[in-house]
C-alpha cells in the first residue's frame, strides 16, 4: 500500500506561525529586560553610589561585567537603567496615550474650525523637537525621573492625538453609528459602545511603537545630561560617560548599548505582531 502522500503546510498556516515567531520572540527579548529591572527592585550586587571598586576594573568575580571610571559596579548599574527605562517609557507611553486619546476624542467630536485648530496645534507640537521641549521642561522643573516622563509624554500625546483623531472620524462615518444615533443613544455611549471598542487594537499597536521610541528618547536626553540625576543610573548617560574609555574598557560602553537594543528591538517585535493580529486585512495580504 502506498502512504499517503503530505499535505503541504497552507500559506495561512505558515503565516500564522511566522506572526506567533515574531510575537514570541518579541515577548522573550523585552521580557528579559523585564525581569532584569524586577530583579533590581529586589536585590542589586553593590549600592549605586558604592565607589568602593578600583576604577575601569575589568570583568571578574568581585565585578561580573567590572567597573566603571568612578570605581562603580556595572552590572549594578545596568540593572538600574533597566529600571529606569521602563519607567521612564512605560510612564511616558500612559502620559502621552490618555492625552492623546483625550485630545483625539475632542477633535474627532469637534465642529470644522475647531477641528482645524486643534489639527493645526498638533502639527506645531509634533514638528517641536523632543530635546527642546525637554530642555524647557527641565529648566522649570530641574532634571528629574519625572521631567522626562512630563516631556516624552507631551510630545508623545500630539502623535496619538492625530491618529486618535483619524480612527474617531472613520469610526463616526461608519452606517451603525448613524443608526445608533438615530435610535437614541447619546454620545457617551456611542464613544463607550462603540468608537473606543473600534480604535484600541490600533491604538494599542501605536502605543507599543511609541514605547521603544520613548525609551530611545531617554537615553538621548540621559546622555545630554537631561535625565535622571545621579545616583540613578541611566544607559544613555553610562554610554556618554564610557566614550572616552570605550577602547580600554568596551564593556562600559556595550553592555548599556546591547541592552537598550534588546529591548527596543523586543518592543518593536511585540508591536508588529499585534499589528498582525489588530489588523486583519494585513494579515490576508501578507
Same mark, same amino acid.
Given at each position: ?27 522573550? $527579548? !523585552?521580557? /528579559? +529586560? &523585564? #525581569? *532584569?529591572?524586577?530583579? %533590581? =527592585?529586589?536585590?542589586?550586587?553593590? @549600592? ?84 527642546? $521641549? !525637554?530642555? /524647557? +521642561? &527641565? #529648566? *522649570?522643573?530641574?532634571? %528629574? =525621573?519625572?521631567?522626562?516622563?512630563? @516631556? ?102 556595550? @553592555? ?31
Amino acid at each position: 500500500m502506498k502512504a499517503a502522500p503530505s499535505v503541504p503546510d497552507s500559506p495561512a498556516r505558515s503565516r500564522r506561525s511566522t506572526r506567533s515567531a515574531t510575537l514570541v520572540i518579541g515577548c522573550v $527579548l !523585552a521580557g /528579559l +529586560v &523585564v #525581569a *532584569v529591572a524586577v530583579v %533590581s =527592585l529586589l536585590w542589586l550586587p553593590y @549600592a549605586p553610589d558604592d565607589t568602593s571598586g578600583s576604577r575601569l576594573m575589568p570583568p571578574g568575580a568581585a565585578h561580573p561585567l567590572g567597573t566603571d571610571k568612578l570605581g562603580r559596579d556595572l552590572l549594578t548599574q545596568l540593572m538600574i537603567g533597566a529600571r529606569i527605562a521602563l519607567t521612564v517609557g512605560v510612564g511616558s507611553v500612559l502620559l502621552g496615550g490618555l492625552l492623546g486619546l483625550l485630545a483625539g476624542l475632542a477633535a474627532g467630536f469637534a465642529t470644522r474650525w475647531l477641528d482645524d485648530t486643534l489639527s493645526v496645534l498638533l502639527d506645531i507640537l509634533i514638528a517641536f523637537p523632543t530635546l527642546l $521641549l !525637554a530642555m /524647557l +521642561v &527641565v #529648566a *522649570v522643573r530641574s532634571a %528629574s =525621573l519625572g521631567s522626562a516622563i512630563l @516631556a516624552i509624554g507631551l510630545g508623545m500625546s500630539a502623535i496619538v492625538a492625530r491618529l486618535t483623531r483619524v480612527l474617531v472620524k472613520r469610526v463616526l462615518a461608519q452606517d451603525f453609528v448613524t443608526a445608533s444615533r438615530t435610535s437614541g443613544t447619546s454620545w457617551p455611549r456611542v464613544v463607550t459602545e462603540h468608537v473606543l471598542p473600534n480604535i484600541w487594537p490600533t491604538l494599542l499597536v501605536n502605543l507599543a511603537l511609541q514605547l521603544g521610541l520613548a525609551v530611545l528618547a531617554e537615553a538621548s536626553l540621559s546622555y545630554l545630561g537631561l535625565g535622571p540625576p545621579p545616583p540613578n543610573a541611566s544607559w544613555g548617560r553610562m554610554l556618554q560617560e564610557a566614550q572616552a574609555t570605550v577602547l580600554t574598557a568596551p564593556a562600559g560602553a556595550v @553592555a548599556p548599548g546591547v541592552l537598550l537594543v534588546v529591548l527596543v528591538v523586543g518592543v518593536n517585535l511585540i508591536a508588529d505582531g499585534l499589528r498582525d493580529v489588530a489588523d486583519p486585512t494585513r494579515r490576508r495580504t501578507r
